[in-house]
């Protein structure tokens, strides 16, 4: 019979992966360092127990997302200032460049309980989602359970520490991000009006076309 602690550890990582408030990345490490000190369970097993919860939580967010986000965005948009033009400008952003954030998303906080929530409601491909999704899950799993694994209690004095050194380059990298995007924003919006054209509701993907070096409108 499988140890709970894998179950403990999957359901934990899941459960804030779909973006309910949890510590799953806590119960990662306490589970990895109790693997170390008592041998009852692998870190392979722990690891791959995690990084399951991690791939199978955001997915469920990710279909939240897909299924509800756009539609909150719509009707409770124009409360908070984001117009149908800036609901295509993220819907654009996502799909040229929603890679990198859900993978990097995993080792942030914040991110990691939102990133895919925002990646469904932005209409992010979903093969494409699955593919950054699952190697941002199996790469944090792996370094915060090998880590705590091979530590022992001393990973409790660096990983607050590491915890908010990753959080502040999150931070710089969000802020940065935001500063660049209000810069540009009219152009890149301009480009998001051409490259996905027609309803909102029916956004379409993002593909490069054959024999050019432009991005233009692709299936999901």
Known sequence: MAHPGYLAVALAVGIESIGVPFPGEATLIAVAVYAGASGRLTIGGVIAAAAAGAIMGDTIGFWLGRAFGLRLLLRLGRYVRITERRIRLGQYLF???????????????????????????NRMGWGRFLAWNAAGGILWSAFWGGGAFLLGARIEHLAGPMGLTLGAVG?????????????????????????????????????????????????L
């Open 95 to 121: 799909l040229r460049w929603g890679g990198p954030v859900v993978f990097f998303g995993r080792f942030v906080a914040l991110l990691r309980a939102t990133a895919a929530f925002l990646a469904g409601a």
């Open 171 to 219: 931070v710089a990298a969000l802020v940065g991000g935001a500063l660049w995007l209000r810069r540009h924003e009219e152009a890149l919006a301009d480009a998001a009006e051409r490259a996905l054209p027609g309803p909102l509701a029916a956004a379409p993907g993002l593909r490069r076309r054959p024999g050019s070096g432009h991005i233009g409108p692709g299936r």
